[in-house]
């Protein structure tokens, strides 16, 4: 009946991100009007049955398998959506550009830099589409920073503030996971959060030179889940502080952690250029502070002042639900991401932030492990 | 496949509320945890068949149709969903009722107190489920509200300011819509907007005992949509301030405004007692402040002061997607209000907020009208 | 040495507000930078010979009198500063008018519409200088907001919000005193917080034409001070809502409470006309918010939004200690607010806020009253 | 008249932060109430016979006099307060202290730290009272984080945030100063600004172990005062991050700028412990938020959340002036210290924050600038 194409997904992985990409997949067609195409979640793939079976239930996939080759395999799937622990992205991600399909792949892109290039030298050589979930460059302040920035709001930029803020490893009881695990997991703190808030800075203010880090690991052992008694050691960093140099001459700090007592989900940012200045904090999401500093400043008449930019739901265009005013919450840069991915595939224009972007996040760090390591500055990029 | 009992939806209207009730309907069994019921989106029907086939496609309804009379005829609809004009609300409630549904409606539930309590009337008669659309007592913060009212914490309430801020008529070229015209919609700012705050500070504070009003209507006539030189008169209230005083005493203030420059989607609310305060803003929602003036306040040791309280993702239990730490955005609400009609009907409990609800709503309102014109104070509950 | 012409003052009062206007005094030399004037601290009058020695010690006033009189009748006083309780004001500001002096009072100008008057037509016929204690009108926000005001930045303005926010008599075991007894007072709430806010929006939006109020007395008795069992009835409001209608049409509602539990010292201001919006809060002084909706609010390249324009110390003109970049608090608009009645004298150009200023509030509280007790509206002026 | 003993000021240098102490110092006996000394402001001292002339006036000195000496060698002078540009503090404080001069003294304390050493070195042995002017220990809200430290409140240390950041010197023709002279100012931004926060930091936190800084000169030359075309180059950093470990096991990072555009006066701090957090800021100085992770925070009667601790005007007590509801400002902080200092002095306490203080924070300081330059991590204390 629909004349529109159609997009056939497949699934990787069905945990937490797993849902919440299947989630924004069956939105899309709601929130954006028109939307060109049609998606059709042909098939998840999780590692147990249990999960795989609500998979199906929850997203209204046609079949599930936990053999996730099986659903590369298939013809009638375009895209994978690769969503399992970071040990496997480099096996499915590969896989599947090999087989031919298109993929979208949660961060850190690797385990490693090896890795990373391993990975984008295959996207180059099959010349598919991929995309990285680096959902905060959708933010809808975000997206208006980028045009600032792009205008040259900022003049010179002297220096940033960055930080992506999570309470959620304080307690020393909490037991061990992948994302605990540097086998599963590759890093910690870093990998987890700092990904993030790097891909956005390089969003914004380009290229990194040099880097300097810290890399803790305040809580040194937990339990095995189910099993208080049972300790393991803790090896990934549960908190990294960098200092950095940016190729355009700008220099700031860096956080990500885990144990940030008192935040709930706070990525912040913080720029300050010769001419205007930018502040974001994704827990107050619906606006972007902006200082112009051209504006006058003089007692009679002044003007100066940060301005709280109503982004809202206003970016991206077209048009979208629930509407321009109404406040805006996490699932809202995933969907976003997600529909740019998916239009990217229709228009045929390359999809962005690319694995080569996921790539670049990787090599930083990588430096900063081997900073924090070293205790040294570390430039880029890595030879 | 599934054993889960199945509910059947019919919904009627399909505009921007019926858009959002759609989503909200697509997402609980991903949002919800288990989610106990399998909700299958039967029919749509919306006025134009251009809206009804976009209800189709974008809801996936099984069928659509410009006549809501055949969603309300049929044996495989257990629930007709009312997201029409307001002057249509009284036909379709009551014909859904008398042909077995249960109903939800949006808000407000009628044109005028005569025909809610008609429609109350019927609903008493039937024994049908029947909730409000009255999502904002859903959100996270007002839900913990709720508990801490009941649990005694303001202590005796001396007053409170409450208020809608919407900016969207501000400008006068704006078109006559049904929202504009009192013929369909029966009021304006006060019907809109009002409707939720007064709803709110009921559900918190209770029984309204007197109001006083004034309704105004600064922008006195618009355009027909797409004819910007045939003007038409406004008879509606753009702004409408009340004065009241509740049942247990405590005086306030309430507001609702389509011309509050500045604003995007504000519903505030203060209120302040003996013991402790409470505060929330829509477009801040993740967190609910509380002041408890039962704290220790001297120079040594002092600790009170305005509590940001995390409610974010936390209410109502049980776990939800995307997660309690995650910033929500106005969505929620719809989502979580449906979630609870949903589940009134699995578990066979009482739907609240009930058509009830929406009459002693209707009813204030009714008398913030007469008050205006009369520049009295009206006396509730109205003879 | 200095050959400054000199200013010489007599305090009538050393109560809480008299410290504070002495305090300003022997700041304005060193804050203001030329200041043109030498102030001469001559004479204190308290009630008690306790409060005037301290008056003399910490002012270094050169003599101190438990008879007010004696410094009225001085030749080499210049001023008056009448910082007694309010039932006192009339007494003391028309001897010192018919004696010469020129007089700075503080709020409310008296205790009643006819006193008000009264003391208006001595000044009249006196033409000696006279100021009324509105300090926050010199908060640099304000000075700004008026600026803005004066330049059409708001456009038509539709409506605002404003009150005046305290918690200090929530316990009931607070003793009376003479701001609790109608014979000593006037006035309760209105009469010591409204009388602000109600000038504030005066000196933004222009003239009151009619106003409807609610004047509450939640705690109706209170012990003697020090008597704890021994209970005096309380008859002045503890709290005062209105809803008013302006002179341009615009309608709003104005606040006074001295049970707003949780709050410090809270005059809020907000105000929507049809091109723009300004708010401001005293507890967050440093700023003046402002919306400009003529700024472009598309999508793409939307710049509208709440700015937060730094006033921090740069009004008035000339440049202040401590500089114009550091944070500001409660001070500082006593001392702008002395430095204009100063500088007045000196150039010759009318006080301003002045004491008809004074009777324009005094019959806005008259009229509130009058309506509260009537439960009616209250038209402006009274007759 | 007064039995109150008297101490006797003798104020070295009068430029701008001469001039404040100056205020302070005659505030003092009208902010606090009782205050147990009479302060008598005998000699000021200024480079220019204008300035003299200036503070004679301005602070009602006594005299005044270009040559510092003369105030050090008088009998009639108990407290030498230094004001100086940085560079002449050695020779002021050290010639101070050897004429039995008791010492309060702007910070940083020193040029470097073997003068800081030696100025310990002269304060011990002659045992004088000694104070750096570290005003911001004295804020309200630090005087209330420090009790929470001290009471355990925090738990485990994990990580902080602090920065110092102002906007002044963005405009590259903004001439030269002293404080952009390596040989009057010693050092930059960080010893301007930073020379506050690592102190406040070290106050609540305890010693630094290593640091490891970079000290950006952005803008290299400015002209000389009158003079744009003359340029000089800068040699001082206009901004300086460092990342630092506590003694404690702490982590954190440090920021002193004064090319931080939109910002005004902004001392932030974040601290994040096992079982609460902390932050402030300097702009919003009212407050002290406080975050308890001991509070439960299960979705039902959850009750976590940041809470803004009324600090305003509270600390220290007796009762102070205008009183404990009205908000703040920057002069507030250097009363407290200066009262503190005063009356440490009668009551025989030892001064704190010390000039040990000061030569630790010097120390810091020089360790940042050593490790800029050196690109390394630098342990303390120096050797």
Known sequence: MSAKPEIRIGMVGYGFIGKVHTLAYRLLPMIYDPFPVRIRLVGVSAASQDSTRKGVE?????????????????DDIDVINCCTPNFLHKEVVIAAMRAGKHVYCDKPLAMSLDEAREIVSVAHETGLQNQMTFNYRFIPAMMRAKQLVEDGFLGRVF????????PGYIDPQRPISWRLDAAQGGGGALFDLGSHVLDLVRFLLGEYEEVHAIA???????????????????????????????ANGAVGTLEASRLATGTNDELRLEIHGSEGALRFNLMDPNWLYVYDAREPGAPIGGERGFKAIETVQRYPPPAVLPGPKLSIGWMRYHIASQYDFITSLVEGRPSSPSFV?????????????ISARGKEWVSLPLG
């Open 357 to 369: 972007d996921g790539m670049k996040v990787q090599e930083v760090m990588e430096a900063g492990y």
């Open 216 to 246: 803790e690991t305040f809580i040194k052992e937990r339990p095995l889940p189910g099993k208080p008694d049972h300790m393991m050691p803790v090896k990934v960093d549960d908190l990294t502080l960098m200092m950095v140099r940016m």
């Open 159 to 166: 220096s940033f503030r960055a930080a992506y803020l999570h």
């Open 58 to 74: 929850q997203g209204e996939y046609e079949f599930g398998t936990t053999n996730w080759r099986e659903l590369v395999a298939r």
